[in-house]
Every structure is written in C-alpha cells, then in structure tokens.
C-alpha cells in the first residue's frame, strides 16, 4: 500500500490478529489495488476471505465519522441472492466494527421491513447490502443522484452467477448510471467483483469494470495462488446393470447414502432439481425416522422462515444433514459442514466445485464431494469431472453480448425497462443515455435503428401500440427536453414489475387457519382435484382448495402421494463435462479404466462394444435397429441434450425433406449422450446421407422449420413482454394467474405477429428460444466437429447399453413410475436371456 495508508493497514491488521488470522497475498494485492484506484476481479477458492478482500480496502480508507453521525454512504454491496445479503451483512459489520466503528451496515432487498426501509430513506447507511432489482429500484427515484453523490466503490458479490443472465446485463446498465454519475461530480467510482469456479476471468473482469476502465488500464484481475484441497469421489454400487437407464439407480442406493450421512456430523445433500429434493428428504425421513428434526431440506420455492431456520440450523450444528438444491450453492458460510452429497450427476465442473466448497469452508480444510448415481453412466461423468476439475478445465460464463454476438442481438427487452426506469430517476436526454448504454458490455455494437425503436417502443408503444395510451410511459418533458414518466400510474406498475427474474406463476401452499409452507407452480395445483395427496415442504399434505392464489392443504396419511414439479427442468451436461466424458469412452475403446468409476462399467463397455462400437477420438457412432415400433436410428454425440434436442429437429427435418415418402413422422427422445430417431416407416443413412446431415448452411432455418417455431416464440415472448413492461404480474399480494399472463403476452405476440412483423422483441424472441432451449451457438461448434469426425454407422441386431437409456427415456412420456419399472425389468430379461444364447 502506499505510504499515506499506513492507518488504513494498521487497522486492517488488527482486525486480523484479533481474530488470529493472517492475510493471504492475494488479499494484500487487493486492499493494494484498491488504495492505486483501479477496479478488478477477486478470483480465490471457497472460503479463503474474498469478502474481507473486497471490503477491507474501501472500509480503512474510507471517510471516519463522529460519535453522532456515521459517513454518508460510501460502498455498495451487490449479491445475488437475499439469503446470501443476511449472511454478508454480518460480517460487513463485523469488520467494520473494528476498522470503522462509526459506519453503520444496512440491508435493502424486498424482504426488509418498510420502517427499515423508511428509515434509508431519510439516510442511507454508510454500507448498502443490496440485490440487482433493489438497486435498479433506489435508481427510479428522481433524487438517487444527490443520495448516491458520496458513494465511491460498488462490489458485486458471486459475479459469474450474474454474467450471462438478464440480471447481469441488468445490473450493467444500473452500473453505468451510476459510474456516470459519478463522472459528472467529478469522482472516480471503483468496481469490485468476486468470482469463484470460472474459465474465463479476464473477460468477466473487462465486461464487470466497464471499457472504458479496461482500456485505461484500471482493470486488475486478481487470483489467489492456493491449491485447495478437493476430494471428489464417487458412491459406488455393488453391482452394475449392463442395460443402464435414467433413475434406475436412484434411491437403491438410500442405504448408502444413510451410511455416509452416519459418518459425519454435518452434511449438505445436493440435488438438481427441488422435485428430486422433496424426494429425497422423504425417503431418509421415512428410512430413519429417528432423524426427525435433526434433518431438514432447503429449496428456493419453500418459506422464507424455514429456509432462514434451516440455514442457522446448519451454522449452529444443530441440524445433521440438509437436502438441497442450487439454493444452498453459493458463499453462505456453513463452517460446521465436513462433507458434501451430490445426487445425480452435476452436470458441469464449476457447479461441483462450487458445491464442493461447501464443505471445508475455511482456510486448510478439506473440501470432499462424493457423487451418488442415478444411472450407471453419471459413474462416467463423475470421474470425468473429476479428471476435469483436476486439469482446471473449468467452464465459462459468456455475457450475453458475446454469446450472440454472430447474431448481432441484443437484450432489448432489458433496455427497454431500463429506459423507462431513468425516464423515472430524473428523466434522461436521449444522447446522453445512448452513450452511456453502450459503454456496457452487451450494447457495445448497438445499432442507431436499434436504439431508435427502443426510443419509439417506450414513447408511443411502437408501430402497433401507438393507439394505447398505457404504452405511452415515457414523454418529452416541454420545459427541459427530456424524457420523463409523469402518469404516477405508470410509474408505479413499472417499480413494481421491474427485473427481470420471470418464473411460472406460483401458488402459495398453507395449511387451513395454518402456517405457509412456500409456493409452488400453478399448473401442479391446477392438475389436483380435493383430496389428493403430495408431497411439499417435506410432509405430505391433502389438497383441499384454491382460494385467492392460495392453496389451502391439511395433512395427510396416505401413502401414495405427488411430487410437485417446477419449471427449469434437468440440465444439459456441459462443454467441458461432454469433452471429459467422450475422452474417458475413447479410452474404454482401447481397454483403459483408469478410474474406480470406469473400472466399476468396464462390462457396460465391453457389451458395447461387442453389440456395436465405441467411439474413438476423431469418430462418433450411428447405430441402427429394426423391433416392433419401427425402425430406430441412434446418434450418440455426447453433447449435452440441449445440443441434441436441436441436432435431433434437424435431422428429422433434412431427412423427411429429402425423403417425402417418410413423411413428418419421427418420435424423438433426447438424453445427454444422444438422440434417437423413431419412423414407422423404414429408413436408413449412408455416409453419404450422413454428410449432408451435417452440412452447416441453412442450420438455423431447417431446425426452426422442424420446430413448432411460433409456438415456442409465443412462450419465449411470454417472458420478454414482462421484462419489456408489456405485460405486468399485479400488485403485490394481487398476482395474476398464469392464464392471464399467458392470453395477454399471447395477444400481444399475435397483434405483432400480424400488424408489426418487424418487432424486435419478436426477433429477439426467436434468438432466445435458438440460444436457451437449442444452445445454437454450441450447437453449431459440435456440428463443425462432427463434420471432422469419422462415422462408425453400426447395424444392431438388439438395443446397446448407449441406446437402450434412450428407448426408455421415450416409454416415460406415456407410462408411470411404477409401469416404466416393470416394463424395462422386463425388457432387460429379455436382452439378458437374447445376449446369453
């Protein structure tokens, strides 16, 4: 540090020694960077200190205040989630308490009390914990200028959960606004990011800090030099079925699971999806029902109280063991935690590193993951992620502005909403704002025609609302020129519709004349009829009735029960865990098991082999099969089943446009290692054919040809028309229902469909169902490598351990649970006693 902060480093060190701490390097260059002025990425393991990293500097060099009044607001404390705010707000204040004991620490998210937030209102404290959406609401008020005027550091808190979603690009925008602010009171405004688990850091820091700050050299990326000690490791069967399939493994492995749990005094069990979460705690519940109140689960749709009771139970020791989801994954410091479950395969380096590291929180603890299969095949992916992890192949997060930036699109629905929210904070000129815009990373090439129609959407409703004056937010304001939201009706429905977290419609679960047990999607209730029993919030509860968006439930005793199911739904494997898995098969073709894992599938491999091929570098397998639903042809690319949901509607689409007489009648069934092509009629593929499969002209087109394209543009614009202020989800309290969103975002896209086919929210409706629902930009880079790859067409005389998951992935769409299990106990009777003749 430089000679001047002699204070600000004693202070620091006496935080530290009180605790009996010592400070990494990687901390020192980051209260030093801070104390030059620059801006930078924090990069270090879980639980090495990158909070005190990141607030230690702006905290001792901070203005001190008197005993009667602390400093007006100086730092800004962006976090992606509420429950993470709570946590960090403790130990903001903590720290400051030693070095700056005249600062006060406040909290400001939407579950803050409103004399809480009467009282910022008159002061802000001098450090602000906040989210996205609350700051982008401080920034609609016509005074955010004066109030924000001493603010001078900005940190945002799990940066890479942020980057590549609307909520990064609209934390952005709010960014800029405020970095301009402080341009023009002739201040400087320091941006700090924390990121753990991420591939490409220098480009989160660049797109964090703003242009403008990484080509004036104010930008340093900051990475801690410390290996932390991760164990990943894998549950292992006893036994290995040949025909694997999805979920088969599943919950036979309970027992085990019991005796890991056993083993340790604390462990977070983590699950993909809040379905599987419900699932899980019921089966440990029902297995030791002992555990009662010493084993609890935490998902993002349950209340706000039990998560809050279930994290202090973590931290206190209280509670043994916790089922989860993604809700426990980030920074909360659980140091009593000694191992992690994960259920099912993670899907992605990052996502097990970062639950990993909820374990062994703290500076020398080891961090120890164990992966619990649901199919035989995650054996594979587990070992791959973690021979993945161990090279440090790690994933990226691309900001949207990269991830379409071939297309030229960008997310004008967020613009938009941004417009009218500085239309709102004072009013804007329109130069002035375009300039400041495109300093974010997302609008750097925006167009003038694009900013242009922004400008005429918010003003008049665009070339097709022009008649509604509801439309009309945004006027030009006679005496000062600029734009400004004077309808406070308006104004109103924009703050309290702004940001852009779109979900299904939910419903709130309570018992009758009881407490809330949390919310679930409107469509499972829907499916209910009074009397039915499911599970939820970790009892089984009777549905009774709906009154008022509220589902009324008692408890119940039968047996047989529902699990509720929300939207987001399974997730693809990634770039890096696809690449790993597909170089550990390569390796099993030449009889290399490397891995306990591999070793353990050894036979599923060597019946692969035996009954079709397995693929080797630089080659990717085709088989084909005859049976009594048709003839079946298999691709396996290993890409992730995003990639083959749109690999999948392409081929069908080619095949069927060069053979008519096949006519549009494949069934299509989708995994994460490939796809299956179903005809009722016969078809077959020469290499030849295969080529021209995979010709990259015309790609976009053919799939969205092959695809209902207007119906999924219709559900995709369902969420930009909420974000654009379009269409609003009510009051708080007075949510609408998910029929009325859907028939009025459905309106809307058939007026514009009709009336105004150049809307750029229909285009950009488009390019988001290609880029979510399809990944078309990683879609087109496993084209290009299969192109280069040699094709090893198989002809089957019986299904394969690779297709067979497929076959039974298709029999789920029309059987029960129950059904699939006798149906494919029997199928694999059948290949056992076919294979031993």
Known sequence: MKHADKR???????????????????????????????????????????????????????????????????????????????????????????????????????????????????????????????????????????????LRCVVVDEWHELMSSKRGTLLELTLTRLRGAASRGKQKLQTWGMSATLGNLDEAMRVLIGPGASLAGDGVLISAEIEKDIVIDSLMPETIERFPWGGHLGLKLLPEVIKKIEQCKSTLVFTNTRSQTELWYQALLNAKPEWAGVIALHHGSLDKATREYVEEGIRSGLLHAVVCTSSLDLGVDFRPVEQVLQIGSPKGVARLLQRAGRSGHQPGAKSRVTVVPTHALELVEAAAARQAALAKHIESRLPLGAAFGKTQWRPLDVLTQHMVSAALGGGFDAEELRAEVETCFSYLQLTSAEWQWCLDFVTRGGASLQAYPDFHKVVIDPDTGRYVVTDRRIATRHRTNIGTIVSEASITVQFLGGARLGQVEEDFIARLNPGDAFIFAGRVVEFIRVREMTAYVRRATKRKNLVPRWAGGKMPLSTQLAGATRDLIAEAKHEIYSTPEMQLCAPIFALQSQLSALPDQKEWLVESLKTNEGWHLFFFPFEGRLVHLGLATLFSYRIAKAHPELGKTFSI????????????????????????????????????AGLNAAELGKRQFREIARVAGLIDQGYPGQNKSSRQLQASSGLLFEVFTTYDSDNLLLKQAVREVMERQLEASRLASALLRLRGSKALLMKCDRPTPFSFPLMVERLRERLSTEQIEQRVARMVAELDKAQAK
């Open 8 to 150: 600000s480093l004693t202070v620091i060190k006496h935080f530290f020694a009180d605790r009996g701490w010592k400070a990494f390097q990687f901390q020192r260059d980051a209260w030093a960077a801070f104390a030059a002025g620059k801006s930078g990425l924090i990069h270090a393991p879980t639980g090495f200190g990158k909070t005190y990293a990141a607030f230690c500097g702006p905290c001792a060099l901070g203005p001190v205040g008197t005993d009667k009044l602390a400093p007006p607001i100086t730092v800004l404390w962006i976090t992606p989630l509420k429950a993470l705010a709570a946590d960090t707000t403790l130990s903001l204040k903590d720290a400051a308490a030693v070095m700056q004991p005249t600062w006060t620490v406040g909290l400001r998210t939407g579950d803050v009390s409103s004399s809480e937030r009467a009282k910022q209102d008159r002061r802000l404290p001098t450090v602000l914990v906040t989210t996205p959406e609350s700051l982008a609401l401080m920034l609609t008020k016509a005074d955010w200028r004066e109030r924000l005027a001493s």
């Open 669 to 704: 069934a989708i995994n994460d290692y490939g796809f299956e092509l179903l005809s009722p009629t016969e078809v077959t593929l020469s290499a030849k054919e295969l080529r021209e499969l995979l010709d990259s002209r015309h790609v976009e087109a053919d799939i969205l």
